[in-house]
């Protein structure tokens, strides 16, 4: 990974920060990211409480001793941003560590502040769960441990399967039809709807949800989705559809978000693609490590594929499972690319993408279409910043613009102090309508560029 300096920002355009006090990235770095702090270290805890039950004692006493350093560097590193310390370099010895230490002393420089709250706000965020892999990074028993995992998207997977049930089945009868433009064009909208609403369930905003209750505010059926349709703040469908359908056979990317219901509601879109001749191929992104709690990395999406199988089997539904099965042939058959990159997991913008991750950018430039998913992604293409909502998306996705040929689309629920592209007044209306329209996840936007 390049060590590549921080793209500035246009003048008087400031980065979001845990600073300002009113912003919802002041309350995420204040109560959000400990909470999420002390979640890992009670999946930790629980864990050595199992492994006492289940393993050996010579096993136990290595595993247990790491465990107990894990968690009390989780501690520290809560305690530190709490109080505002300044934020520390990363410790370990994987690829992207220089980078991250680069870019740690340069933050004084590019932004006036190094501690929890005073960086931005992009940056510190990501930096925690870098953070949160250096911990297990540092072990000989840890290192492959998904803290995220059990507690958290496992049971909120076990909590959508009513969703993607429906949504399967969905699928199926749309395939079952041979399907004129009309036809596609009209599936289409409605996986890449759904495919949309999936990223409300992400599960760094969700921290206090009942897993098992998530089917009921999922967006799984084609008759809800008119119900949601009416919250999609900026709307550039008609636009993404036409370009889609005119691809024929092409590449698309989708730059995954969250696993559980969204990755389902992601892979029925990447399926629908392939199976309607839209894409010869789709290129799946996922990231490296446990990212932002619930983003997709290759483990989960195998742990998907077998998890749906089995819960197919479970519920006796065929349809279901041919789908499972249909998935890992994709993969195999090489019609679904899974690829990671280190990019994904720095707390770069994408304004740095060309430089920081070149081959990155010349894979990205050889795809017919982008598909950008999820909050996060959103706001590494506007670079985090204060941007009025007004802003044209053409200007708050900066040098992306010209930098990254393909065409893409950004779905997003908005879930943060960021959004571009409203009309004239629409912010106020909004506004009257809910005071938390930007961060409460209930208004998503289609946002595209080069349609
Ligand atoms: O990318 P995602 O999964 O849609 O959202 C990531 C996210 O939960 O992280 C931040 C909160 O900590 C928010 O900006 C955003 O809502
Ligand atoms: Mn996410």
């Known amino acids: 990974m390049a060590q590549d ?11 979001l ?34 492994l006492h039950l289940d393993e050996g004692p010579a096993a136990q006493s290595a595993k247990t001793a790491e465990a107990k350093e894990c968690i009390s560097t989780l501690s520290k590193l809560k305690y530190e941003m709490i109080r505002d310390r300044r934020v520390t370099y990363v410790v ?12 740690v002393d340069g933050l004084k420089e590019s932004w006036g502040g190094d501690t929890w709250f005073s960086a931005p706000w992009l940056f510190v965020e990501c930096l925690m769960y870098r953070k949160i892999q250096e911990v297990f990074n540092k072990t000989e028993n840890w290192k492959n441990f998904d803290v995220f995992a059990p507690q958290q998207k496992e049971p909120a997977f076990n909590g959508s399967v009513k969703s993607m049930i429906e949504l399967s089945k969905h699928l199926a009868n749309v395939e079952s039809k041979m399907l004129e433009r009309e036809g596609r064009s009209l599936a289409l909208r409605e996986f890449i709807q759904f495919s949309l609403w999936g990223n409300q369930t992400d599960l760094s905003l969700l921290i206090n949800v009942n897993h098992a209750d998530m089917h009921k505010s999922q967006a799984s059926s084609a008759q809800n989705l008119s119900e949601f349709e009416k919250n999609i703040i900026v709307n550039d469908m008609d636009a993404v559809l036409e370009k889609l359908l005119n691809i024929d056979g092409g590449r698309i990317d989708i730059v995954l ?15 629908f693609l392939i199976s309607s001749g839209i894409a010869k191929t789709v290129m ?52 679904w690319i899974v690829k990671v990159d280190d990019f994904w997991t720095t707390p770069y913008s994408f304004w740095n993408l060309p430089t920081a991750a070149p081959e990155l950018r010349s894979s990205l430039n050889e795809s017919s279409f982008v598909i950008y998913k999820g909050d996060l992604n959103y706001r590494k293409l506007v670079y985090d910043a204060e941007w009025s909502t007004t802003t044209p998306f053409a200007t708050a996705i900066g040098p992306v613009a010209e930098t990254i040929k393909a065409p893409f689309v950004a779905l997003r629920t908005c879930k943060s102090d960021v959004a571009v592209g409203l009309k004239e007044g629409q912010e106020g209306d909004l506004k009257g309508r809910d005071s938390d329209w930007m961060v409460s996840g209930k208004y998503g936007m289609v946002q595209s560029f080069g349609c």
């Open 5 to 15: 300096k921080q793209h500035p920002l246009p003048d008087g355009i400031l980065p």
């Open 17 to 50: 920060r845990g600073s300002v006090t009113t912003s919802f990235a002041y309350t995420t770095i204040k109560d959000r990211m400990p909470v999420i702090l002390t979640k890992a270290i009670d999946t930790l805890t629980r864990h050595l409480h199992d």
């Open 92 to 103: 370990d010895n994987e690829s992207d560590a220089e980078t991250w230490n680069f870019l």
């Open 257 to 271: 978000d969250n696993a559980g219901f969204e990755l389902v509601a992601d892979l029925c879109l990447a399926d």
């Open 284 to 335: 799946l992104h996922a990231k490296k490590f446990p990212w932002f709690v619930s983003d997709t990395t290759p483990r989960d999406l195998e742990w998907t594929f077998a998890a749906v199988e089995k819960k197919a089997v479970e519920v006796g539904d065929e349809g279901l499972k041919a789908r499972a099965a249909r998935w890992t042939g994709l993969v195999k058959e090489g019609k």
